[in-house]
């Protein structure tokens, strides 16, 4: 067991001053003394959050999740300096070997003992609308099948409710225990709403590669702000700036999500990038293809909030919501709050939001400047 003590703990009902947790592999107990026989560690004053969970992340520090192999389980090493916990390796549109390779990957790093808990893959295309294909390969979009799904992979997948063969599919994920996110997609308020209804519960990156809500048709923009769903949210101050992220929130403060979108670019210099098929630069911190569409970020998770709460005016509880328990929600897991019972995911940030100490499952996953 190990005692983290003297740090201001982050909880949905708010910050526990000059507190301590007591741990293993789950939270065993919140602000009690310590029991004889753990080892102490000292929070050094700083603040404890529940471990950052990332539900849409293609790739960090030069890997990409659609090189399959190892790149996973590296990836999964270099996020907990950014105070993540988990995961989800998401894909891009490509083709059925490339994605199935890719799944592979994911399954071997699942369960593995370093750095951030793979918690399976979030598969984002090929289901896609060819009218919101944002950095997508057109070449490979294909309507919605079953059997491209593996329910002991793929925890969450995107689709365009418009494709055909959507709903079945939607129901056929539903009674696997996989997630549907709306995204990349064409539809109306109308069937967006309808899509919930089937058992979609998210949109990926809302405002982002959808129809947006004009005032007479409010589109899947509308759907994802006012209807009863998680909505994915990138907050870089590019994809959504700040003004938006702040009328985001006003209009569901306890259903956001927020995401990186991130690519192999994230962490590196500015230079030139591979997602899946296509090719673009990273330029001043934004990746776009040749022709200027975005394609996915350089966000780190931690900036992420950040910028939420500077943008928002969102408190460490509402930031908390969103960036941990929100996804972990999601995907039906006891994560996202540090409380008897959950798992031992948490990082100590200090005033800049760089984390200094990160554990997933109990164990050390990153250290600077902290004794252990």
């Not at 753990?38 to 603040?47: H, I, N, S, V, Y």
């Not at 031992?344 to 004794?371: C, I, M, Q, W």
């Amino acid at each position: 067991m190990k005692y983290l003590y003297n740090a201001d703990i982050v909880t949905p009902e708010g910050i526990l001053r000059d507190s301590s947790v007591l741990y293993d592999g789950t939270v065993i107990s919140v602000g009690e003394t310590c029991p004889e026989g753990a080892e102490a560690l000292d929070g050094q004053g700083l603040t404890l959050w529940p471990g950052l969970i990332d539900i849409h992340t293609h790739g960090y520090g030069g890997r990409d999740t659609m090189d399959g192999g190892n790149s996973v389980a590296e990836i999964a090493k270099g996020l907990p300096r950014y105070g993540v916990t988990a995961f989800l390796p998401t894909t891009v549109t490509g083709s059925r070997e490339a994605v199935s390779a890719a799944l592979e990957g994911v399954r071997s790093a699942m369960g593995g003992g370093e750095g951030a808990a793979v918690l399976g893959a979030h598969l984002e295309g090929p289901f896609l609308s060819p009218e919101r294909l944002g950095a997508h390969d057109p070449r490979f979009i294909l309507p919605p099948a079953a059997d491209w799904l593996d329910a002991g992979v793929i925890k969450l997948v995107t689709v365009a409710p418009e494709l055909s063969g959507a709903e079945a599919f939607i129901e056929v994920c539903r009674e696997r225990g996989i997630q549907v996110s709306i995204g990349h997609t064409d539809a109306s308020y109308e069937l967006c709403e309808q899509a919930v209804g089937w058992g979609a519960a998210s949109f990926t990156h809302t405002f982002n590669a959808m129809s947006p809500l004009t005032h007479r048709r409010p589109g899947a923009v509308g759907a994802a702000l006012l209807l009863d769903c998680f909505a994915e949210l990138i907050c870089d101050n590019i994809h959504v700036v700040p003004a938006v992220q702040k009328i985001a929130f006003r209009l569901k403060p306890d259903r956001l999500i927020l995401i990186t979108d991130s690519i192999m670019a994230a962490s590196l210099p500015d230079g030139s990038f591979t997602l899946g098929t296509v090719r673009g630069t990273v330029r001043n911190g934004v990746a776009r293809l040749p022709d200027g569409t975005l394609a996915g970020s350089v966000l780190t998770m931690n900036t992420a909030v950040m910028n939420f709460m500077k943008n928002t005016g969102a408190s460490a509880p509402q930031a908390a919501r969103a960036a941990c328990e929100n996804p972990a929600a999601l995907l039906g897991l006891r994560k996202g709050r540090i409380q008897p019972g959950y798992d031992a995911d948490f990082v100590l940030f200090d005033r800049e939001f760089e984390a200094r100490l990160t554990v997933s499952r109990g164990r050390t996953v990153y250290a600077k400047n902290h004794p252990l």
